[in-house]
Nanobody, 121 residues
Framework: QVQLVESGGDLVQPGGSLRLSCAAS????????MGWYRQAPGKQRELVAT???????NYADSVKGRFTISRDNAKKTVFLQMHGLQPEDTAVYYC???????????????WGEGTQVTVSS
């Protein structure tokens, strides 16, 4: 049982900024990769950014240079700092974590409920 709680979504004007947070809790022994995905209306969920436990990052081409993913390993929390937001960034943003549970089971399919980001004037 793993819980992921996202926060930070909001309505923002084009060019604005937001910072998303996602805190993981529950039966977690180790946290491996953490990531953010998004799903816009009528579209499939897509990768936004991921970060390994060592801090290596990967970004979708559409957000490179505008978004920054980071993590606090002690708090099992992942962040997504977003700058230069555009209407096409409007979506529900979900965090995902790859973990080893306290029962020594590897679990990658852990998702939060999502947080809505709307970019509109």
């Amino acid at each position: 049982q793993v819980q992921l709680v996202e926060s930070g979504g909001d309505l923002v004007q084009p060019g604005g900024s937001l910072r998303l947070s996602c805190a993981a809790s529950g039966n977690i022994a180790v946290v491996y990769d953490m990531g953010w995905y998004r799903q816009a209306p009528g579209k499939q969920r897509e990768l936004v950014a991921t970060i390994t436990s060592g801090g290596s990052t990967n970004y979708a081409d559409s957000v490179k240079g505008r978004f920054t993913i980071s993590r606090d390993n002690a708090k099992k929390t992942v962040f997504l700092q977003m700058h230069g937001l555009q209407p096409e960034d409007t979506a529900v943003y979900y965090c995902n974590v790859d973990i080893l549970t306290t029962f020594r089971v590897r679990s990658r399919d852990n998702w939060g409920e999502g947080t809505q980001v709307t970019v509109s004037s």
